[in-house]
């Protein structure tokens, strides 16, 4: 199995895997150290999830399925064998270097950065959704103009030419997309700012509509 992305608790660690091109959700007993790209030889039983036995409630299944994972698999036994390069070991390192040096703000800062929840108890989660402010814990477009603003003002004053600025700029957005897992909100504010600049660049005169 090569491990894809982690979620980590205090004394547990889940993550997602690949098995033969299939994913797989792996949820393991204890908190252990796993990085995205480590293939691991896994023993274990593969389930295929049940759906809800009480209609209107949560459906597990339906929800793995919505992620592409048909298999699950309970506290298998892992033996390290290689790593391999795989696109979301950014997100990894950047969350772990807020674990290390914000541990108190990490969830907060993790949901404003890499549009990641998972460290928020499922309670607050409840609550901002019953207080409807859900849109103030999201990532969302408005951050990426923000972002570019930003990086404009800084990369004005260091590099001379306008046409690098905009590359420079567009490398950084698809870097800020792998790090955020390619969350929907970030995909659709990057993928407009590049076809705004293509827009301009090239002079196509289409509408931003």
């Known amino acids: 199995v090569e491990v894809i992305n982690i979620t980590q608790k205090s004394d547990s660690t889940s993550f997602i895997g690949k098995i033969d091109n299939q994913l ?15 293939i691991y030889q896994m023993k274990g039983l593969l389930d295929s999830p049940t ?14 399925l919505s992620k592409k994972i048909k298999y699950s698999s ?17 997100s990894y390192h950047i ?3 807020i674990d290390d040096y914000i ?13 990641d929840k998972s460290d928020f108890d499922q309670e607050v989660i409840d609550q901002v959704s019953l207080l409807g402010i859900s849109h103030l814990f999201a990532v969302s477009g408005f ?3 923000l972002l570019v603003v930003a990086l404009q003002k800084v990369l004005t004053r260091i590099v001379k030419r ?40 090239f002079k196509l005169k289409l509408s931003t509509i």
């Open 24 to 38: 797989v959700s792996i949820y393991l007993k204890s908190k252990t150290d796993l990085i995205p790209g480590e």
């Open 51 to 64: 759906n809800n036995s009480i209609p209107n409630t949560f459906n597990y299944r339906k929800y793995l």
């Open 74 to 90: 309970y506290d298998p036994s892992l033996l390290y064998i290689d790593t391999v390069f795989n696109i979301n070991v950014l």
């Open 95 to 97: 969350s772990k270097y």
């Open 103 to 115: 541990p108190l703000s990490k969830s907060y800062v993790k949901t404003f950065i890499l549009a």
């Open 143 to 145: 951050h990426v103009a």
């Open 162 to 201: 306008k046409s690098y600025i905009t590359i420079l700029i567009t490398m950084i957005l698809i870097l800020y997309l792998v790090a955020t897992s390619f969350a929907p909100s970030i995909s659709r504010a990057v993928l407009m700012y590049i076809l705004l600049t293509v827009n301009k660049r």
